[in-house]
């Protein structure tokens, strides 16, 4: 079972730009850190981070038959991308959505989330622990696929 884990603008920036609200780790530090995770569970993972709105949509649709779960965190295209919310629907892969700060509690065109209504499940206000989280919810969702995928086979075994 195949992650993938896309990051979008200023991300990069993690450890540097507004530590008060981001604090001080950096993103490398935090795919480490799901890699570990990724590996003690045996699952597969890749990583991606663009500051550039079209290439996080070609990378959504490069998941398409590729991957069985998406991580994202939007970052400003959260409050924005209806082209990033149609690629996400568009795929049908189950799709956790992080932000490290509680959106809600912050400026107003942050409250509201163009992506989330298309995710699975949205996690936020951790700081880095939500990426913790949202690889603990992941594993779950692909199990849950996992034994469907098989009941449904073995329905299908039984009808021949
Ligand atoms: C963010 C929240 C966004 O509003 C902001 O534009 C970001 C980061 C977060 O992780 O808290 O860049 O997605």
């Known amino acids: 079972m195949?992650?993938?884990v896309i990051q979008g603008p200023n991300l990069n920036m993690l450890g540097v730009r507004e530590q008060n609200v981001y604090g001080s780790m950096k993103?490398?530090?935090?795919?480490t850190q799901?890699?570990?995770y990724a590996?003690?569970?045996k699952l597969e993972i890749e990583f991606f981070q663009s500051n550039l709105e079209g290439e996080i949509v070609d990378r959504i649709q490069e998941c398409l038959g590729d991957a069985d779960g998406i991580i994202i965190?939007?970052?400003?295209?959260?409050?924005?991308?209806?082209a990033i919310r149609d690629a996400i629907a568009a795929v049908q892969i189950p799709t956790i959505e992080v932000h490290l700060?509680?959106?809600?509690?912050?400026?107003?065109?942050?409250h509201v989330s163009l992506t989330a209504?298309?995710?699975?499940?949205?996690?936020?206000?951790m700081g880095p622990f939500g990426y913790?989280?949202?690889?603990?919810g992941m594993k779950q969702i692909l199990s849950e696929v996992a034994a469907m995928r098989a009941r449904v086979q073995n329905a299908q075994a039984q009808a021949k």
């Open 101 to 110: 700060s509680n959106i809600h509690q912050r400026e107003e065109f942050r």
């Open 2 to 4: 195949k992650i993938v």
């Open 132 to 136: 913790h989280l949202a690889m603990v």
């Open 39 to 41: 590996d003690q569970n």
């Open 73 to 82: 965190n939007p970052a400003a295209y959260t409050h924005t991308s209806i």
């Open 27 to 31: 993103l490398e530090d935090i795919h």
């Open 34 to 36: 799901m890699k570990a």
């Open 117 to 125: 209504p298309v995710c699975a499940g949205q996690i936020l206000g």
